[in-house]
């Protein structure tokens, strides 16, 4: 998202909730391990999906500047400019990501 601002349909606060409800286990979505345990525990029945949540919220997880290309093209990375996401962790850039330069 730092390097290709234009190309994500949904923004960074998208992101941080995703993670967010990974490890709340408010939602089946990410419970076990496969999809056959899913199956035979019943969880679509069961829990909720944490998809529901964001479709039904989508205004405020979306990038209202992205405009869908109509060619889809690869993105890919330029390695020499990785950075950790250091906001997640509440951070500063410095304290997360060393500058070589």
Same mark, same amino acid.
């Given at each position: 998202?730092r390097q290709e601002p234009d190309e994500f349909e949904y923004n960074e606060r998208f992101l941080r909730r995703l993670v967010y409800h990974l490890y709340s286990c408010q939602y089946g979505t990410?419970?076990? !391990?496969? /999809?056959? *345990?899913? =199956?035979?525990?019943?969880?679509? @029945?069961?829990? &909720?999906?944490?998809?529901?949540?964001?479709?039904?919220?989508?205004?405020?997880?979306? !990038?209202? /500047?992205? *405009?869908? =290309?109509?060619?889809?093209?690869? @993105?890919?990375? &330029?390695?020499?400019?990785?950075?950790?996401?250091?906001?997640?962790?509440?951070?500063? !850039?410095? /304290?997360?990501?060393?500058?070589?330069?």
């Amino acid at each position: 998202m730092r390097q290709e601002p234009d190309e994500f349909e949904y923004n960074e606060r998208f992101l941080r909730r995703l993670v967010y409800h990974l490890y709340s286990c408010q939602y089946g979505t990410f419970l076990y !391990d496969c /999809e056959r *345990e899913k =199956k035979q525990l019943q969880l679509e @029945i069961k829990t &909720r999906s944490v998809w529901d949540y964001f479709k039904s919220r989508k205004r405020e997880f979306c !990038d209202l /500047e992205y *405009e869908e =290309k109509s060619k889809k093209e690869s @993105i890919y990375p &330029r390695y020499n400019d990785v950075r950790y996401w250091y906001q997640l962790y509440g951070k500063r !850039d410095g /304290e997360m990501n060393v500058d070589t330069n």
